[in-house]
């Protein structure tokens, strides 16, 4: 009960996000549309003109729109796919994988820390409870668990979003990160070093959320398949099913605070310039009254796109590595 849960799940972890990296920078991408807008969203005189305006000699005027008082039609935004193709035409194949040292690191520090820690509760909560743990209690070994990963992996997370984003960005404004390790170093030396936990109460809750909903979710619908199907039916068929289940939950209960955390982290101050978002309110603000609510949901595709195939990775790797280490103690 020591050990073997992080060693555990670190392996399946770095795996699932290395396979899957691709998918979660073309989200990330697909985050950070339209942010320039949003960030800079004020109210614009010429939306506020009344219709009707009157004069101080007492007579008045119909005040007609202009056509420049018009708003445009919106931009149709590229979806994954497009978005896919111009990393692959602008940055070539190896653009896809842009930040996955960043990955390595994130997985090694963040989902070691969050997997262990889960084992540890999920273990010691159901030996005080019969051998039987509750939903609920599944949920609060999540949390617990996400909240504490995520403050370790905060620095390798924001490096992560920063070199995955860099590509989108002008030749000239890209910060142009050799590695995390160059990463984190520039971002402390530079920015100092709290900024390396830009944005963490952002994914601590955004980790809680993942992290309870994905394995909580997992445990149950497997556990709810082998009590219908009987203990034999612990397979292949099974893991996948109850990983792809725990996908969509995580994927659709995080989505819109990954959109914030995304555009938190990622935003550029200059100096002596206040940021473009004060805190994560005030970025969802800004980002709903520009683009309205469902820019919450932005890059939701790819997140499930995503999140589904990590998931399934994630615990068919895991159960994988259970079988080679379940005679080790460590």
């Known amino acids: 009960m020591g050990m073997k849960g992080f060693v555990e799940g670190g392996i399946a972890s770095i795996v699932a996000g290395c396979s899957t990296h691709p998918l979660d920078l073309i989200k990330v991408r697909m985050q950070l549309q339209g942010e320039s807008a949003a960030a800079a969203a004020v109210p614009q005189a010429a939306a506020l003109r009344p219709a009707l305006a009157f004069q101080a ?81 599944k949920i609060a070994a999540g949390l617990i668990a996400g909240g504490i990963g995520a403050a370790v992996g905060n620095p390798a997370d924001l490096a992560m979003v920063r070199m995955q984003a860099d590509g989108r960005l002008p030749l000239a404004e890209r910060r142009n990160y050799r590695s995390v390790g160059d990463a984190i170093g520039r971002m402390a030396r530079d920015e100092g070093v709290r900024s390396l936990w830009r944005g963490s109460a952002l994914t601590v809750n955004r980790a809680m959320i993942v992290t309870a909903s994905q394995l909580a979710t997992y445990d149950q619908a497997k556990e709810a398949i082998l009590a ?20 969509i939950v995580a994927a659709a209960a995080s989505n819109p605070v990954d959109v914030v955390k995304t555009r938190v982290m990622n935003m550029k101050v200059a100096p002596g310039a206040p940021p473009p978002y004060a805190g994560a309110m005030d970025c969802a603000l800004k980002t709903v009254r520009s683009e309205g609510v469902m820019a919450l949901y932005k890059g939701f595709i790819p997140t499930v796109s995503r999140q589904g195939p990590f998931t399934v990775v994630l615990f068919v790797t895991l159960e994988q590595v259970r079988k080679v280490f379940k005679d080790v103690e460590f």
């Open 228 to 247: 219908r199907r009987g203990p034999a039916a612990d397979g292949l068929a099974t893991h996948v099913a109850a990983s792809f289940a725990a996908g």
């Open 57 to 137: 000699g007492g007579a008045h005027t119909v005040s007609l729109p202009h056509v420049h008082d018009v708003a445009p039609p919106p931009v149709r935004k590229p979806g994954p796919i497009a978005i896919g193709t111009q990393i692959l035409r602008a940055e070539g194949a190896a653009g896809l994988f842009s930040g996955v040292s960043a990955t390595v690191l994130r997985q090694t520090l963040y989902s070691t820390t969050r997997m262990g820690l889960y084992d540890i509760l999920k273990k010691r909560w159901s030996q005080e409870n019969g051998g039987v743990l509750p939903l609920h209690r």
